[in-house]
């Protein structure tokens, strides 16, 4: 008996906290003070960062890396040999399964994409640009109680960066908007009704990169700060929460007692890389306007210094003129000139190289959070109620010289779910060159390349495809 009685004794706190982890995350939603948790879990981005298991914001360059590091807005690669350089972005994938490391199977999530869409443009060492990532859900119903649910959930930035020093330091800093749409089927004529409830907020973001001129490593810092979207609802009847959509029966099938907000918790990110080569790794941007006019400045130099030593003598003249007319065929023809080398000491550097990328993710709570899946079920799903941190480790190297390139990392993704375990993901990235095109000569040839990236873990996996230029 005495066994038995501390046996009991041993299991009660155990038999407590699973009584209290049903009634804390089984029990239907009946108020508005919670908070939908939009949290990002798995590396969504470009194939690079991808691969690099999200180890990517020393790296991030250009409109795409802005969602791990600000910087990116201004920084620019000693590839970019145009003083203007437009930029444009457009992705769409469709992860599967348990996307946000809930636990659970959740509900038929079979209309679940991420859409992804961006536009930049670099003057010089300035930046600016925009990108907006939507995550769409359409829900579809359980039983014929039921009505179709849509939700958008969106993030949209919108910055400008700086470089100094041909970007041996390079700063950015932009506006971080979240939103939330939700629309249902009407109850009459089975019309859709969008938007029914909105959710708009914004929250500023910072990012830093050091990347001192012709060395092997860089660095990468970013903030983000909290974002709190809110909605306008009209004042509920005493003792009633709002619901939607608007005279649904408190309790019946598709009615939802939706959010009084959605929160992007606040993220810090630090990054690093480190390129093993026999070449510097840090080269940096050159202005072709600046490059100009210090030709020009050097002209009207020597110009002046012949000038002070001018002789009276005819053949002197004839001298000074020849001289001058091969300094504006320099002058004239520097443009092509500049390119053309460029591309040379590109194609001729050495190409082999591994770099070891290093990086650490920091998210913040959400005060009373709750899981997107928790709000369509209508059931308490707490998600965010503490800080959660995400290393990552990533190698990426040039296997065959101008050929072929591989990626290779992991992360380990911590869950925002209570009693919900963190998980290891593998990544593995590629890019192929596949031909050179000369673009029917009226462009520079260009060497089209081939990539992949694939993203598994426990009950996750994402892959995708795409074709892009060799750089």
């Not at 995708?464 to 750089?471: A, I, K, M, N, P």
Request: neutral net charge; charged residues 25%; aromatic residues 10%.
């Amino acid at each position: 008996m005495g066994a038995i009685v501390c046996g009991l004794r041993a299991l009660l706190p155990t038999l407590i906290v699973s009584a209290y982890a049903g009634a804390a995350s089984g029990q239907p939603l009946v108020a508005n003070d919670y908070a939908l948790d939009f949290h990002r879990g798995p590396v969504q981005g470009p194939g690079r960062a991808v691969g690099l298991a999200g180890a990517y914001s020393a790296l991030a360059e250009g409109i795409d890396g802005v969602g791990f590091n600000p910087a990116a807005y201004g920084r620019r690669s000693d590839r970019d040999l145009s003083w203007f350089e437009p930029a444009l972005d457009l992705g769409v994938s469709f992860p599967r399964n348990n996307w946000d490391n809930s636990g659970t199977g959740g509900r038929d999530f079979a209309d679940f994409a991420i859409v992804s869409f961006g536009v930049g443009l670099n003057a010089g060492p300035l930046g600016v640009g925009y990108l907006g990532q939507v995550q769409v859900y359409n829900i579809v119903p359980q039983d014929a109680a039921e009505r179709r649910l849509a939700v958008n959930l969106a993030i949209h930035r919108v910055g400008a960066g700086f470089m100094l020093d041909g970007g041996a330091i390079s700063f950015g800093v932009g506006l971080r908007l979240g939103a939330m749409s939700i629309g249902w089927d009407a109850p009459i004529f089975g019309t859709f009704v969008e938007g029914e409830a909105n959710y708009l907020g914004l929250a500023p973001e910072f990012g830093l990169t050091w990347a001192p001129t012709r060395q092997r490593f860089r660095v990468g810092v970013a903030f983000r700060a909290e974002v709190v979207a809110t909605a306008s609802l009209p004042e509920p009847a005493p003792g009633e929460p709002h619901r939607r959509p608007v005279g649904c029966q408190p309790r019946a099938p598709g009615c939802f007692v939706v959010p009084r907000s959605v929160n992007l918790p606040w993220e810090f990110e630090l990054g690093a890389v480190y390129r093993f080569s026999d070449e510097p790794f840090n080269a940096p941007w050159r202005d072709v306007h600046a490059e100009r006019s210090a030709l020009e400045e050097r002209i009207a130099s020597d110009r002046a210094r012949r000038r002070a030593s001018r002789r009276e003598d005819p053949a002197w003249d004839e001298a000074e003129r020849a001289l001058r007319a091969r300094e504006d065929r320099e002058l004239e023809t520097f443009p092509w000139r500049y390119r053309a080398e460029r591309l040379a000491a590109l194609r001729d550097r050495r190409r082999r190289y591994l770099l070891l990328a290093v990086g650490l993710s920091v998210s913040g709570p959400t005060q009373r959070g709750q899981g997107i899946e928790g709000f369509i079920d209508q059931v308490a799903q707490p998600s965010g109620r503490g800080t959660v941190l995400t290393p990552r480790l990533a190698l990426e190297g040039e296997a065959v010289e101008n050929r072929l390139r591989l990626r290779v990392g992991s992360y380990i993704e911590p869950s925002r779910f209570e009693r919900i375990g963190a998980r290891v993901h593998g990544t593995l990235g590629f890019d192929v060159r596949l031909f050179r095109w000369d673009a029917l000569k009226l462009f520079d040839p260009i060497d089209i390349m081939v990539s992949g990236t694939f993203d598994v873990s426990h009950n996750y996996v994402d892959w995708g495809f795409s074709l892009g230029f060799w750089r």
